[in-house]
């Protein structure tokens, strides 16, 4: 009858994890993006002395259209 279970944590735990700030803001709608939210998106960039740098950018998913 017993099921083991090796669930780690309780979905309230799991939703408030979600519910965290990540310090991260949106570069398209400028608010901050909770840890379900955030997408990290590699951007390359020209810099002024013609040499390209890569560097991330922060979206939330529904801003940069995912679903
Ligand atoms: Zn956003």
Redesign the pocket.
């Given at each position: 009858m017993a099921q083991a279970t090796k669930m780690g944590a309780d979905s309230a735990t799991l939703e408030a994890r979600r519910r965290m700030g990540t310090g991260h803001t949106?570069i398209?709608?400028g608010?901050e993006i909770t840890q379900g939210e955030l997408l990290m998106v590699r951007v390359v960039a020209m810099e002024t002395n013609g040499r390209p740098r890569n560097r991330k950018v922060p979206?939330?998913r529904k801003?940069y259209g995912l679903l």
């Open positions: 949106c398209r709608c608010s979206y939330h801003c």
